[in-house]
């Protein structure tokens, strides 16, 4: 599918997250900030602790993080005659959901037998803004989890800001590197703020899948698969509110390097029919009006468009119809015009 293409094509990131929301999303949301600066207490950390990543007391590693109320057994990459299965690191994951329980904001966290009281993450939490109301732990099989009931400090209600809701994933990302470095590899952030990048980087290309399903008579399934990376939730809503698709509620289920993400959406307050599910849309450089209809000709020619729409003003060019992304792309470009999908510019200076 290419409703989302706009997006896919310059994502390049990972983290472990789900959430689930039952409310419309507004138009308008702001980039969460992902500034280097706010991160430095990370790296300080980072830099204190690596020179005692090789040292043993007792045949067992002795970390700085351990002394964290947010840690309990961190482990670093296997040293050179470590047993596998000892030094093997669990896979981060992330809960954030909205159905469990109609008052508070469920958050889930678990990190193999690693994580320690999180007193951190919870001061963190309530630096955003919120209230822990309850904590919890539980364990199954190897995987200790600890679950929060989470509301706003200043209406006491749960959190339905997607804006706020992607603030709380990438601090509690920030906080497993910083207390647990080790997991860097499996994390997006840890592209840019984890001691070692993740090695087995997805190909968004061929990574990315789009489906849409029946989900009632009124409405959609959006189902995205791709490569993912901070602020990827916000982006996407935001895309679908630029082509008017209203977001009625949202699964975000990001494991490793990938985003699984379902969407309910509709259009009009109806379901999404077979043309809306192939939109794509362009951002072209036209300075005047001449530059429109050289777009409009090349459009009108194109097999499988069925409508399409070019907003000078907005720099902006919609296609809709059975068609292919990189194939509206290209026959645009034919314009000699500069042609990118809509989007991509800010999220690579974003990546930058």
């Known amino acids: 599918m290419a409703l989302l293409n706009v997006i896919f094509s310059v994502t390049h990131f990972a983290s472990s997250s789900v959430i689930r929301c039952h409310s419309r999303f507004p138009a308008q949301i702001s980039t969460p900030d992902l500034s280097p600066a706010?991160?430095?207490?990370?790296?300080?950390?980072?830099?204190?602790?690596?020179?005692?990543?090789?040292?043993?007391?007792?045949?067992?590693?002795?970390?700085?993080?351990?002394?964290?109320?947010?840690?309990?057994?961190?482990?670093?990459?296997?040293?050179?005659?470590d047993d596998d299965e000892e030094d093997l690191v669990p896979k981060p994951m992330v809960l954030i959901d909205q159905d469990a329980d109609p008052e508070a904001?469920?958050?889930?966290?678990?990190?193999?037998?690693?994580?320690?009281?999180?007193?951190?993450?919870?001061?963190?939490?309530?630096?955003?803004?919120?209230?822990v109301i309850k904590g919890t732990v539980t364990t199954e099989g190897s995987i200790k989890q600890t679950r929060f009931s989470i509301t706003k400090l200043d209406t006491g209600r749960k959190v339905e800001d997607p804006d706020l809701l992607e603030q709380i994933r990438l601090t509690i990302i920030n906080n497993l590197l910083k207390y647990h470095p080790?997991?860097?590899?499996?994390?997006?952030?840890?592209?840019?703020?984890?001691?070692k990048a993740p090695e087995n980087k997805i190909d968004v290309d061929v990574g990315t899948h789009i489906h849409v399903k029946e989900d009632g008579p009124n409405r959609s399934l959006l189902c995205i698969e791709t490569a993912d990376r901070p602020g990827l939730v916000v982006e996407m809503i935001k895309?679908?509110?630029?082509?008017?698709?209203?977001?009625?509620?949202?699964?975000?289920d990001t494991e490793g390097l990938v985003a699984k993400d379902k969407f309910h959406v509709s259009y009009q307050g109806q379901a999404l029919d077979s043309?809306?599910?192939?939109?794509?849309?362009?951002?072209?450089?036209?300075?005047?009006?001449?530059?429109?209809?050289?777009?409009?000709?090349?459009?009108?020619?194109?097999?499988?468009?069925?409508?399409?729409?070019?907003?000078?003003k907005e720099q902006k060019v919609t296609v809709k119809g059975n068609v292919e992304p990189e194939a509206v792309l290209q026959t645009v470009s034919k314009t000699g015009k500069k042609t990118s999908f809509w989007g991509a510019d800010e999220a690579e200076t974003a990546k930058a």
Do not use: H
């Not at 080790?182 to 001691?195: P, V």
């Open 182 to 195: 080790e997991c860097s590899e499996q994390l997006a952030m840890g592209e840019t703020f984890g001691i």
């Open 105 to 131: 904001t469920i958050v889930q966290l678990s990190f193999g037998d690693r994580l320690g009281a999180l007193i951190d993450t919870m001061k963190a939490l309530k630096d955003l803004g919120l209230d």
């Open 275 to 312: 043309s809306l599910s192939q939109t794509v849309v362009l951002k072209v450089a036209m300075p005047c009006e001449g530059c429109v209809g050289a777009v409009k000709r090349v459009l009108g020619k194109m097999q499988g468009v069925e409508s399409f729409d070019v907003d000078l």
């Open 239 to 252: 895309v679908m509110a630029d082509i008017n698709i209203d977001v009625e509620s949202a699964e975000i």
């Open 38 to 81: 706010c991160f430095s207490d990370r790296r300080k950390f980072v830099q204190a602790v690596m020179p005692l990543s090789t040292r043993r007391l007792a045949n067992r590693r002795v970390y700085a993080s351990a002394n964290s109320t947010d840690a309990t057994t961190p482990s670093y990459p296997k040293l050179e005659g």
